[in-house]
């Protein structure tokens, strides 16, 4: 009963149009009166609670980087140092696209800045150079979300928050599954475009390259500074936060001097309203989740899934399932805080490493992005692409089916994520 109160008053908030946000704090205040235990200073307190995490502030860091990036140069320089390095090969552009993601993604952990970054730098020479508009575009969604895998990542953090897992670990171990990722990209993109008739650019020159390449080089560096540091434990999450961010702004603002100091008031800005969203609605899923414990609904999750405890792959199969389901209607942040408190429960109990389903759980939530009709991702690329979602939801297909037998094939085999992990965590 107490499930079906909480899912009912979720839904019902979220039907109203009501923000996640505030749905779910109206699931919590259902949830306690059905216990018979309602008081307004035990929700304002866990609200408090539920944002007074040191991990968490990792968040507005790595956002402000994020902005940083885009707007100070060093995304478009990775993108030329990919140009560079891989565009003169036929469909060249499409494996621009995925190596720029994928270092992209070691530099601001958000899929939607990424997917932004790219659309507006390379869907336009995709659409010149001959290539289907719709599948462009598709491809740079799918690229996109390889942000939230890759670390750092704002996901991963606030994974590591609500199932009280270690941040560090959570990174090290997302990034071979994020190179998998990739991989599956390419090899989706060179099987489409192979009956294309699209015109390849130039070799870049041999002086080009190592001017693109010494160009780049400050962009470049910061992800081997972050995973350096967080694999020898140099610094936290959190304090990989601070050095990207910092980082970032003294080679915009003094190496490439593309960030103007009439710009910096506005990105702190951008960054503080993107922050307090997402601060808001982690403190309202955790006041949820706090009465989802007391409710003992975990126990009864665990019950429920008692047939399947004992078989750790199809347990882990029925839960994919389910977060694809809930995906194609909830965006990534809501799905993570709502189900990590009851499924890390049923995790542990089957024995069932909680890093390597973390890795599992966020690249699922990490497809849900680009799976309609919600899927963020797909809103930012079609916005930016200047086409319709539909068309960007016909492109991402075959890609996100790419990524969807990377996602089962790591449930089958689970030492593609483990061995590596356990590499870089040392």
Request: charged fraction near 10%.
């Amino acid at each position: 009963m107490p499930a079906a109160v909480f899912l009912f008053s979720l839904l019902g908030a979220m039907t109203l149009g009501m923000p996640i946000a505030f749905a779910l704090l109206v699931s919590a205040i259902a949830l306690m009166l059905h216990l018979d235990m309602f008081d307004a200073q035990i929700i304002a307190q866990n609200v408090i609670n539920g944002a007074d995490s040191f991990a968490l502030m990792a968040v507005p860091f790595f956002l402000l980087a994020g902005e940083i990036m885009n707007v100070g140069g060093l995304s478009r320089r990775i993108v030329n140092v990919a140009m560079a390095l891989v565009g003169h090969v036929r469909g060249g552009l499409g494996y621009v696209t995925v190596v720029a993601a994928c270092v992209l993604a070691a530099l601001s952990g958000s899929a939607i800045a990424d997917a932004a970054a790219l659309a507006t730098l390379l869907v336009p020479m995709m659409v010149q150079a001959g290539h289907d508009r719709s599948r462009a575009a598709g491809l740079v969604a799918s690229a996109g979300i390889i942000g939230p895998i890759i670390p750092p990542s704002i996901g991963f953090v606030i994974f590591g928050v609500a199932a009280n897992l270690s941040i560090s670990k959570l990174f090290l171990a997302g990034i071979m599954p994020g190179i998998y990722l990739g991989v599956a990209l390419m090899i989706t993109w060179w099987f489409l475009v192979r009956k294309e008739h699209v015109v390849a650019p130039p070799r870049c020159p041999p002086g080009e390259l190592r001017r693109a390449l010494l160009d780049g080089s400050w962009a470049l560096m910061l992800p081997f500074i972050v995973i350096f540091g967080l694999k020898f434990g140099i610094f936290t999450p959190t304090e990989a936060g601070v050095v990207a961010a910092v980082y970032s702004f003294f080679v915009a603002v003094f190496v490439y001097r593309e960030l103007k100091p009439s710009q910096i008031y506005q990105l702190f800005v951008t960054s503080a309203k993107i922050t307090s969203v997402v601060m808001f609605l982690v403190a309202a899923a955790l006041v949820a989740g706090w009465l989802i414990t007391i409710a003992d609904m975990p126990a009864k999750v665990i019950a429920m899934l008692e047939p399947l405890i004992a078989h750790p792959t199809l347990l882990l199969i029925a839960m994919m399932v389910l977060v694809i389901l809930v995906g194609t209607a909830m965006d990534m942040t809501p799905t993570i805080l709502i189900l990590t408190p009851v499924l890390i429960p049923v995790v542990k109990a089957a024995g069932i490493d909680p890093i390597y389903f973390g890795v599992l759980f966020m690249i699922n939530n990490a497809i849900g992005l680009i799976t309609p009709p919600v899927g963020t991702v797909l809103n930012v690329v079609a916005g930016v692409a200047k086409i319709s979602i539909g068309q960007v939801a016909r492109g991402v297909m075959p890609f996100m089916l790419a990524q969807l037998i990377v996602l089962f094939l790591l449930v089958l085999f689970p030492s593609l994520v483990t061995v590596p992990a356990k590499w870089f965590t040392g």
